[in-house]
């Protein structure tokens, strides 16, 4: 049997048993990490070009020897005459339980040196018990392969070496790799170079160092010197690591970069508010490294997966990065012949790195040229209103705030002069661009999208804006700034229709538009008000191609978008689609609405409850029933969905958030001219002059945000210190509701337990609606600051108002939920803290005892750590599931946030209470 390689990697793999046709060497290494083999692999070149070369190895992922048969098969084909095997697992024997006692079984009758090793920094008995050499030695590869980088992976290879009785010369060169340092492509750690030698840096994570996985990182570098810029890595474990800001402010300070480049993921903002990158003063960019392989990216909508997304584009807005693309892909290289191995890894995509670097050198250009100099575009939409209706933006009279923004423009030296009104001249004016001059440039266009243009609109003479020749703008001049309308990009009868529609191709009119503006000469490009069409082009959702029509048209002009405090929703279109830094401006003044009359007794009644919640329970429990008559007899309950089993917890809560929302609504008055908010115009400036705009949080300032104030900054969507919502709890108490009386109609009882599985990228799509599911569950609340609408604490709901038990709730977070939402595990903890504190019957509050009651997984580490064990179907191979599953959701979280694994006897509980939802038709927790 002989079969190629297989690139099969994560759930959707098969059981099909595999060869991986490697022939017996000295030595084998085996892991289910890419960044083990890599080192390894890089070790064992290192040593043979430095003339002291180990014996023969092969590497092997652990993914392709699942099934037995494949295991079967490695042991006859390649192990024989082998004397020295290192395997690192994470998870402990039941990860890989066929595969370790084959391997002990092989190593034992053959009396060759076999070290199984943990990969979590842990000490594991059973794997010390399943090898053949002393516990000092293994300690002393643990130790190595824990290091990383391809010295310490050559020294491990080494002592494995000798070990088993071969020959290895000593290892030169320092085993470990520093924590945080500079780097060159070509020469690796590096002193700091002078300031005038890194105009730009690139901050890339130490693991990819010391995996020799730096591909997209060198390629990174490369192309940024290529056009000119010296240019720098810096590598960190992470930018949130203790002491890693300081050094990092340190290492960057005094330099006058042109640009910052992030390839790490998350948010580096600490609870100050500030992050560690701010100082610099230049745009950071924030490339995406993406899990994918680069065929799966070509043919997705979306682009980039639920977690790079939440990881990579996401939570770095929280800090104001601008998303330069995806630069990488994940994939097997070519088959190395001397270990008969092909490593999975990140790979540079030249292309978009150019494309990234493109955009990031018009932001340069920007930025070099004196405001007297800089051309810039004002462009107004078309936004689907009434025809009469031309640069209609939300919220925002964007002709007087055009006129507004020139005026300020003119102060700060622009070459822009005042003049008459813009409305008028719009509606009068016109600029036009020879059709000839447009074929041409068209021609540059991907052919896909010059075919897919041609398909839906035909003759670019026959577009309505093509008159005589050539295409006529809606434009005007205000000196050296270019003020136009956006045209339409559909046929104007179903602009409605078109609007948001990431399926229609633009009309030629629309595409020429963009052209014309690319030949311009244009330094920057401002977009006033909610919203355009260009970020609403066909293509990807996120990470686009040369093939995305916002691309294509957008190119590597900067965009500057005034926008609407409170919409993030599509402000994120603008942020992720076409690169725009998103000013946030206020909302139009409100005039307060008032509460129907009908309703007001109800909200007198509600008011009555809340004075007497905790002081008089009779009185308490009248309100409660004269409450829900009140909202029956108006119609409440049905408009609100609200059965007649619902508990007084959840129908007063709704009902209350009903009568607030009603009570608190109120209607705009007018329009918000730009730069009339405190910062809005220092923010438009600052973006223009190509530095730092600093990050804001998104919100209505009408509803009590607060925090939203000054506008002018950079605008973000997920604030996680605000998570729960105050929306999102309403529905987590509607689907707590919802899950208990299902339960009670099916099994005519209370659930006894609840594991809830909470996943970051889940979490950050509902606010939190699954967390504040868990909190009612436990009989919990959170408690929010009133102006910036950040969670503070919790509160704890009383039995009688719940109605029932307090139900025994158990969170597995992972582990992207534990780095973005480490708060929420905390608070979670505290709350059962503040309830095993309690007098009430054990009956009714099963927190009485004591216990962690949040897991994750290793710090550092992500996923469920199942993708050796979610093949076999086998009782046993569902045991192994199970374990492996345990072991990778072990670490308790505790309430200061603290992770540990907690004693055995807490893991015994936690496995009894993980094993109630699985075996949902068997009351027994041991099944």
Known sequence: MHVVFRESHGLEETEVPTDLGQRPADLVAL???DSDLGAFAAGWHRARAGGQALPSLRLANLVALRHPVSVDTYVARTLPGVRGILVRLIGGTGYWPYGIASLQD?????????????ADGREDAALDAASTLPVSTLRRLQALCDAGGAVAAQAALAQLSLAAGLFAGPVAGAKAVPECGWYDPDRGVVPPPLPDQARSVVLFYRSYLTAADTGPVDALIRTIRARGQGCFGLFVPSLKAPGVGDWLRLSLSGRNLASLWNATAFSARGEDGASPLDPCGCPVFQ?????????????????LSPADLAM?????????RLFAGVVSFKSP?????DLEFSRFSHRADPGRIEAAVARAEGWRRLAEAPCAARRLAMILSTYPGRPDQIAHAVGLDAPASADRVLAALHDAGYGTAPAAP??????????????????????ALPLALREALAAAWGDPGADPACRGGAFHFAATWRGRVLVALQPERGDPASRGGDYHDLTRTPRHGYVAFYLWLRAQGLQAAIHMGAHGTLEWLPGKSVALSETCWPEALAGDLPFVYPFIVNDPGEAAQAKRRIGAVTLGHLPPPLAQARLPEALEGLERLLDEYSTADGLDPGRRSRLIAAIRDAAAAQGLDRDLGLPEAASPAEAITRIDRFVCDLKDSRFGDGLHIYG?????MAGLLTALDGRFVPPGPSGSPHRGRADVLPTGRNLYSVDPRAVPTRGAHAQGVKLAEELLRRHLQDHGDWPRGLVVDLWGSASMRTAGEEFAMALHLAGLAPTWDAQSSRVTGLEIVPLALLGRPRIDVTLRVSGLFRDVFGSLAQMFEMGADALAGRDEAEGGNPYRQRAPRVFGPRPGHYGLGMAGALEDYSAGGRLAAGEAWLSSSSWAIDAQGGIARPAPRWKRG???RTALPICRTCPKPTC
Do not use: Q
């Open 31 to 33: 892991s289910f990490s």
């Open 106 to 118: 092989h190593a034992r009758r053959t009396g060759i040196a076999l070290a199984v090793l943990p």
């Open 287 to 303: 490339v995406a490294l993406s899990t994918a392989r680069r065929r799966d990216w070509a043919g997705s909508e979306r682009g």
């Open 312 to 320: 990579h584009v996401v939570l770095p807005e929280v800090d104001g």
């Open 333 to 337: 290289g070519r088959r190395d012949p």
């Open 422 to 443: 813009l409305a008028a001249a719009l509606l009068s004016e016109t600029l036009s661009w020879p059709l000839a001059d447009y074929t041409r440039a068209l021609a």
């Open 676 to 680: 009339a908010g405190e910062g809005e």
């Open 910 to 912: 936690y496995a009894e």
